[in-house]
């Protein structure tokens, strides 16, 4: 579940939610939030997204974060442009 808060994702972990991704915070928010939800709900994955990019990867790890997700990976990947004729 998608979640833009601590309070968000602790509504949504309480309802039995596997997977919390919390999406554009502040390491800081998103580090107390994640700690609030593992306190709780300790066999949640959560995941940290929005914004995150090599630079401040850093700052989004932590003991309470599972997975990172990051856009920048792929947003500006160049096409390929192939045909396959079989």
Same mark, same amino acid.
């Given at each position: ?10 509504? !949504?972990? %309480? ?5 919390? *991704?919390?999406?554009n @915070?502040? =390491? ?19 995941? !940290?997204? %929005? ?5 401040? *990867?850093?700052q989004? @790890?932590? =003991? ?23």
């Open positions: 579940v998608e979640c833009s808060s601590a309070d968000e994702a602790l509504a !949504a972990a %309480g309802a039995g939610a596997d997977i919390i *991704l919390l999406d @915070l502040a =390491p800081q928010e998103l580090h107390a939030a994640a700690a609030h939800i593992k306190a709780a709900h300790p066999g949640v994955t959560v995941e !940290a997204s %929005g914004g995150i990019v090599l630079g401040t *990867l850093p989004f @790890l932590g =003991p309470h974060i599972d997975v990172v997700s990051m856009g920048c990976l792929t947003h500006s990947a160049p096409a390929l442009d192939f045909a396959l004729r079989v």
